[in-house]
């Protein structure tokens, strides 16, 4: 029996990587299952940079901490896969933008997905719910829906 492969959003490895996140608690679980091989977890090869991004521009984490968590992570684990997009994929997600009528930056989750044979998306994005179900994924967000309304409020730096 092949192992279960899972995509990871950004949000999902951003909020791993930031302990006082206040999602924190409830998506390292998750994550620390496919760190262990419970499952396959899949990310765009480009997804440390962006989280690095929202780490420092979008929540103020400093350069130097932001820069360490993340190259931490990469240098520790052996796992997640990182995955570049193929060509087709590439066009696969302004399609599904267009036929789903939502943004591509989100879409590629879903072609990233597809193209993997992945069989869901961890995210926090609620989006998401609608989008998997459309696709024929799996929608798994482990962060409770009173929770991921603080998100609004974070940071508080």
């Known amino acids: 029996m092949a192992i279960e492969k899972k995509v990871w959003d950004v949000n999902i490895l951003a ?17 620390e299952s496919g760190l ?28 130097k901490s932001a820069s ?3 190259t931490e992570f990469v240098r520790r684990y052996d796992v997640p896969l990182y995955v570049p997009l ?14 789903l009528g939502h943004d591509v930056y989100d879409c ?18 609620t989006d998401f719910e609608c989008l998997c179900k459309a696709v024929g994924l799996r929608y798994e967000n482990p962060v409770p ?3 991921l309304k603080a998100f609004r409020a974070y940071p508080t730096r």
Not at 86 to 91: A, C, D, S, V, Y
Not at 109 to 125: M, N, P, R, V
């Open 15 to 31: 909020i791993f990587l930031v302990e006082d996140h206040p999602g924190h608690d409830y998506v390292a679980p998750v994550v």
């Open 36 to 63: 262990r091989g419970e499952y396959v977890p899949i990310m765009l090869d480009i997804t440390p940079i962006r989280a690095y991004w929202i780490m420092e521009r979008r929540w103020g984490i400093d350069r």
């Open 68 to 70: 360490k968590a993340i």
């Open 86 to 99: 193929k060509r087709e994929t590439l066009l696969h997600s302004f399609e599904l933008a267009q036929s």
């Open 108 to 125: 590629v989750y879903l072609a990233l997905a597809l193209q993997e044979g992945a069989s869901s998306i961890i995210t926090t994005d």
């Open 145 to 147: 829906i009173d929770v």
